[in-house]
């Protein structure tokens, strides 16, 4: 394999493209590492909630020019933390309003936790970057090499240290239902595949082997647009002809209180906040209500030993139905080791608690902090550490079909959604986004929940103390919400599942291998195509 060089063999006054990546490419490196971190923070907005796609191209066009200007693996890799840099930053910025909810205790780590999560996760594209430059490719060649190795990246950002695939740039397509699609059957990596190689394909407009071929040139700009639009129709087939069935019988109510995380969980507050979602459950319309829903630490009690607040909530069930609350679960009196869960519980209507799910995937410095003994800083989550659950689980609830329940950040891992065994018909995702104010983070969380949805075919129900609140049905199609920083209730029906599985609910990254091995293909036929022109 070779790597294109930018000779000077035509005029680059004749090709703009040219003269903008000869440019980029002979920056020093200090301008280098500036401008990368520029185009970071450009591709931030093609992401929820500003959504602007086509930012995408001149962010990745405008890296990998300025890529092949690195003289050293060294450099490249410097360059890709750069953008990630300021990729992360600028779409994580958010991760201060949950410091400043108490800045006396996190006030402190204001200045720092951006730049070092940002910092950490940058390291993920430093790589990309790195293996792009050791391919020594170029032309389609290159841009394929890249889209592969940013994909990598974004699967192992999500499964090193328990992994954090927050924002990955299949996202930017969360609002676009047709495009959307194609994660049932690749994930979203796999959209992000395709984003990437479609949005740097550009990139050979700037190379004087492909630049000297007048409109030639354009071909694989035109292919790589083909195949987006095949991606669009294929997205407008599945959704053709398929209608919004609910299930007979249920009709949920979600309440959204609207607290804010400063107020919360303040001693003198706890009771009036308790009685605001008994109020809201039972605001008019509430005759037609069979199941209510609570977000995330709805409730700031123990309700395992708590039998008088059991019975004032069930006061407030649904004749024959259920409230499902967000709540704080305690180890049992005498256990061996004190121990706290984040947990959703059902209490019917003689204030029995008929399920129990405790949230298995912790945030790391949110609801534990990783390496305790070495790292001597509270988590933020008010209170103990919490204790991972055992997994996720498939609930059997009176009145419902079978349910997968995500508590807040379990939502966001594509692929380890749906526990094994007998498949749930819905997920129930409760969540308290009041940590992140009205800021993009509540619009990411919505977004990897929509992905969530479509990826397993199946129904997303989502609970919100300050919103989004939302429904979605197998296919992401938004049936109702409320909207952030709102106090309400939404009132809606249950989508049904879809008719079957989709295929990455039955294969699961097997379906991104394929794709990227398909990649693979495609790069080492223009690798050769380069070598014998």
Known sequence: MVRTHYAATTSPLRNPFRLTARWLAGRGWASRLIISTLFGLLAVGALPPLYIVPLAVPAFV??????????????????????????????????????????????????????????????????????????????????????????????????????????????????????????????????????????????????????????????????????????????????????????????????????????????????????????????????????????????????????????????????????????????????????????????DEAGRLVGTYDKAHLVPFGEYVPLRRYVPIPQIANGAEFSAGPGAKTMNLPGLPPMSPLICYEAIFPGAVVAPGPRPKWFLNITNDGWFGKSAGPYQHLAAARMRAVEEGLPMVRAANTGISVVFDSYGREIARLGLGKQGVLDAPLPQAMAGRTPFSRIGDWSLALLLAAGWALVLVFSRRDVLN
């Open 62 to 347: 405008g890296f990998l020019w300025l890529l092949t200007g690195a003289p050293t693996g060294r450099a490249a890799f410097a360059a890709g933390w750069s953008f990630g840099f300021g990729y992360f930053a600028g779409g994580l910025y958010w991760v201060t309003e949950a410091l400043l909810t108490d800045t006396e205790r996190f006030g402190w780590m204001v200045p720092l936790a951006v730049p070092i999560l940002s910092g950490g996760l940058a390291l993920f594209i430093a790589l990309a970057a790195l293996a792009t430059q050791m391919m020594r490719t170029g032309g389609v060649a290159r841009v394929l090499v890249f889209a592969i190795a940013w994909t990598g990246a974004e699967w192992l950002r999500g499964a090193v240290l328990t992994g954090f695939p927050w924002n990955p740039i299949g996202s930017i397509w969360a609002d676009t239902t047709v495009m959307l699609q194609s994660v049932s059957v690749f994930g979203v990596f796999g959209l992000g595949f395709i984003t990437v190689a479609v949005a740097a394909m550009p990139t050979v407009l700037g190379e004087p082997v492909i630049g000297e071929r007048g409109l030639r040139s354009w071909r694989p700009v035109l292919a790589a647009l083909l195949v987006l639009g095949v991606v669009a129709v294929g997205g407008m087939v599945r959704l053709a002809g398929t209608e919004i069935g609910y299930v007979q019988g249920v009709r949920l109510r979600i309440v959204q209180a609207n607290i804010s995380q400063i107020q919360k969980w303040r001693a003198e507050r706890r009771s009036a906040n308790f009685n605001k979602h008994l109020d809201l459950t039972r605001a008019p319309g509430f005759e037609k209500i069979t199941h209510v829903i609570w977000p995330e630490s709805a409730v700031p009690y123990f309700l395992s030993r708590d039998i008088e607040r059991r019975a004032i909530i069930a006061r407030a069930v649904p004749k024959g139905g259920l409230i499902l609350t967000g709540v704080t679960r305690r180890s049992a009196p005498g256990a061996t080791r004190r121990q706290f869960w984040n947990s959703l519980q059902a209490i």
